[in-house]
Every structure is written in structure tokens, then in C-alpha cells.
């Protein structure tokens, strides 16, 4: 896509790398996660999702009144460079992933199908309520998982332009400790805890990262310590469960100044799945991606 050095592909590498010599129970998933974040890494660098429109008083307006800066469905997006994506991740399909290659099939039989509608398509997979799909695609048989999965990651390069454009005007002010992504409105998939003690949040959707308090519930905001508990597997100390007693939702923490290198969380997020089984073995629930206290009992 281009012949400039992109230090993120770096990182991917690396990542994976270390991931494959750490974790080889993973080595099914490695092949095609690290084809699609160096993609996406690519693709990055060639999308331009036009200028989210927003005044300074606006931003602080917004987050004094404990608002993201924007909702999922307001994100401009750049709906060509989500098809090269979608394009070039087909030659990167598992051959056994039946799931994956049909929802493949449908997007791009839809996107030709009805060409007039392509960004009507793509706009609807930033939304919760699927309905227009059913005009569009042919879902019979179709893994809806899976064609989320491979639409949003499609444009999760304009997501996250928008919001790093976001983040360079509007810096997030310290008081912002909420459990939601200050830009997005999402759940953390990922906590990590830095070595001088600061946690953070990570959000999937839009890849912010933002300062949390050290004891608190990311989904009900609980603080109270007697009902905030950990997990934790012996052989992996580096990484906790934390779980809250009162709405029974868990989040994982990557304690990173355990770590000889920085950890690539969306890498982080699949590599760490053997916890999520552990979590909910002892009755705690993975929580949704959007907050409900900005997008209500949505589903994710």
C-alpha cells in the first residue's frame, strides 16, 4: 500500500514474535491476526475519514457533563479505504473458517450488489440495531459474529484516525476517570497497570487508552474495596482478573511493568482468552463493549 517505514508494523512484528515463542497455544489464531493488524496498520496510513467537526467549549462541555466526545455511529469514516481492506483480507482467510469466509462473501456480494448503499452499509455496522442489513445482505447462514468482526476491523482504521485527530486537539483532561472510553463511550476490553502504578483502560473500539482509579468497577463504578477482588493463574502473574462483586463483571489487567517488553494490546486481547475462561468459570461475566451509562443495555 506504501514504501514508507510504519514503525506500528514493527511493533505488530515484534509482538507477534515474542507471542509465538511465549504463548503456543495461540499458534492457530497468530497466522491470520498478525496478516490483519499489519493490514489495518496499512491501511491506517492510507485512510482519510473526514474531520470530525467539534469547538473546544463543545469538548469540555462534554466531558464536564461526563459525555464521550462522540457516539459510535457519529465517526466519519472513509468507506474506500474499508473496502481495499475488506478486499485484501480475502487472500488472508483460514481456509478452515467457514464462518469468517461466508460473512466475507455476504459484505462483498452486498457492497456489490448495491453500490448506491455502500455507505449506508458501512455506517450500519457502527450501529447496534442491525434491521437495514436484512435489505442488503443475505444473512441466511451467516455468522453475524463474524461479519461484525470483519466489518469493524475493516474500519477500524478511520475509527482510530478520528479519534487520535480527536485526542491531538483535545487532550484528556486528568479528571476524566470514568469507566467508558472518553472519545467513544465504550468498556475497556483491557485494563493495564503501569509501573508506577497508574491504570488504564483500552478501548477495542477506538483504541484510546485513559486513566482509571486503582480500585474500580469499569461497569457499575463500585469503588468499595470489600466487594473488589482479583484472580490470578500462578504461572502468569503478570496479568489479573478483576472482578467486581456487586454486578458480577470482570475485567483483565495487564500488570505491563512486569513485562521485558510493552505489551500490543489488541494482540494482548486474544492472547489472553484462557482468562477469560478462568473468569467465568467462577461465575463472573465478560462485559459488553458499549457502556450502558452512554449507550444503555445496547448490545455489542
Not at 455476504?106 to 448503499?117: G, M
Not at 493463574?233 to 463483571?249: G, S
Not at 478462568?278 to 445496547?298: C, E, I, M, N, T
Amino acid at each position: 500500500m506504501d514504501n514508507q517505514h510504519n514503525p506500528e508494523k514493527d511493533r505488530i512484528g515484534q509482538a507477534f514474535a515474542l507471542a509465538r515463542a511465549e504463548k503456543p497455544a495461540y499458534a492457530d489464531l497468530y497466522p491470520f491476526l498478525e496478516t490483519l493488524f499489519l493490514l489495518r496498520a496499512g491501511g491506517k496510513s492510507a485512510a482519510r475519514p473526514e474531520r470530525f467537526e467539534l469547538s473546544a467549549e463543545h469538548a469540555r462541555a462534554r466531558w464536564e457533563g461526563s459525555f464521550p466526545l462522540l457516539r459510535r455511529w457519529e465517526f466519519p469514516l472513509d468507506t474506500e479505504a474499508a473496502e481495499s481492506l475488506l478486499e485484501m483480507i480475502a487472500g488472508s482467510l483460514p481456509e478452515d473458517n467457514v464462518q469468517l469466509k461466508g460473512a466475507h462473501e455476504s459484505l462483498s456480494r452486498a457492497l456489490a450488489n448495491h453500490p448506491e448503499q455502500r455507505t449506508a452499509i458501512w455506517r450500519s455496522f457502527l450501529q447496534h440495531e442491525m434491521e437495514p442489513w436484512e435489505e442488503w445482505l443475505d444473512v441466511a447462514g451467516v455468522d453475524t459474529a463474524s461479519l461484525l468482526f470483519l466489518a469493524r476491523n475493516c474500519l477500524r482504521p478511520s475509527v482510530e484516525l478520528v479519534a487520535e485527530d480527536l485526542l491531538q486537539r483535545f487532550p484528556i483532561p486528568k479528571e476524566w476517570l470514568k469507566g467508558y472510553c472518553p472519545v467513544c463511550g465504550s468498556l475497556p476490553s483491557l485494563l493495564f497497570l503501569e509501573k508506577d502504578g497508574q491504570r488504564n483502560g483500552y478501548c477495542s473500539w477506538c483504541g484510546t487508552s485513559w486513566g482509571l482509579n486503582r480500585l474500580q468497577c469499569c461497569y457499575c463504578d463500585n469503588r468499595f474495596h470489600e466487594s473488589l477482588g482479583y484472580l490470578y493463574a500462578e504461572a502468569e502473574t503478570h496479568y489479573h482478573i478483576q472482578y467486581c462483586n456487586l454486578c458480577k463483571y470482570y475485567f483483565k489487567l495487564v500488570l505491563t511493568g512486569e513485562l521485558l517488553y510493552p505489551p500490543y494490546l489488541p494482540l494482548e486481547e486474544w492472547t489472553t482468552l484462557h482468562l477469560d475462561l478462568l473468569a467465568q468459570r467462577a461465575g463472573f461475566k465478560q462485559p459488553p463493549s458499549p457502556s450502558p451509562v452512554v449507550y444503555g443495555d445496547a448490545p455489542a
